[in-house]
């Protein structure tokens, strides 16, 4: 079946560094791909978005490409900010339904240290 | 424009009670699905609804069960609750079609004694 693996955390960095967060996925035909955030207490916020291989993702500085050959979809950050620390969720989009529905890694914590 | 609301914001139960849970959708959406996330976890997808009928399911036993409303809000019911029911409950909502990105709440957290 369809499923996401992304690296574990928890991850620790200091302020300006650079991030990466791995994520793979294993899935029947091209799924859309997506990146989420989580901050402390709320709920999931969309942060970016990849529908078709070789697309590029980006919003507020972060960057997915989606890999069709790797099955890869790993997010990167050249320059982190402490208002970055949250737990960041890779997930794909499963047609089960006509709808669809998302299927989620497990997530990773991002601290970013000032 | 109005972002998914949920309610209540957090709630406390014992084993066997029942709990009803809700969702606004997001403006102009008729697509409600919903999540559950154990601490520490990512979200495991229970349900969907659209057009007011279930529209997908997960892995999930039938005492889950919901609700979609011609305004297109929504109810999670959950009967004969358990322990390892306690989570936090996501609901979120997308316009029709594929590849429609899934826009959020910031969740019901259900605690069960």
């Known amino acids: 079946g369809n499923s996401v693996t992304q690296m574990e955390g928890p991850v620790t960095l200091s302020e300006e560094a650079f991030l990466t967060i791995n994520c793979t996925y294993t899935?029947?035909?091209?799924?859309?791909l997506f990146w989420y955030v989580q901050y402390p207490g709320e709920g999931l916020q969309l942060l970016l978005k990849a529908t078709k291989a070789d697309d590029k993702g980006s919003n507020k500085g972060f960057e997915a490409t989606y890999r069709k050959e790797t099955t890869s979809f790993h997010l990167e950050k050249g320059s982190v900010q402490v208002s970055d620390s949250a737990v960041y969720f890779c997930a794909l989009l499963s047609y089960g339904g006509s709808q669809g529905n998302l299927i989620f890694g497990k997530g990773t914590k991002l601290s970013v240290k000032p | 424009e109005t972002g998914v609301t949920q309610s209540p914001t957090h709630l406390i139960k014992t084993r066997g009670q029942q709990v009803t849970l809700r969702c606004s959708s997001q403006s102009g959406h008729n697509t409600v699905s919903w999540y559950q996330q154990a601490l520490g976890q990512g979200p495991q997808f229970i349900f969907q609804?659209?057009?007011?009928?279930?529209?997908g399911r997960g892995n999930f036993p039938p005492r889950f069960s919901g609700l979609q409303f011609p305004n297109y809000s929504s109810e999670l019911n959950v009967n004969a609750l358990e322990l390892d029911d306690s989570a936090l409950y996501l609901c979120a909502s997308s316009l029709e079609g594929g590849n429609q990105p899934q826009h959020f709440g910031d969740g019901t957290r259900l605690s069960i004694l």
């Open positions: 899935a029947t035909g091209y799924p859309s």
């Open positions: 609804y659209y057009r007011e009928e279930e529209n």
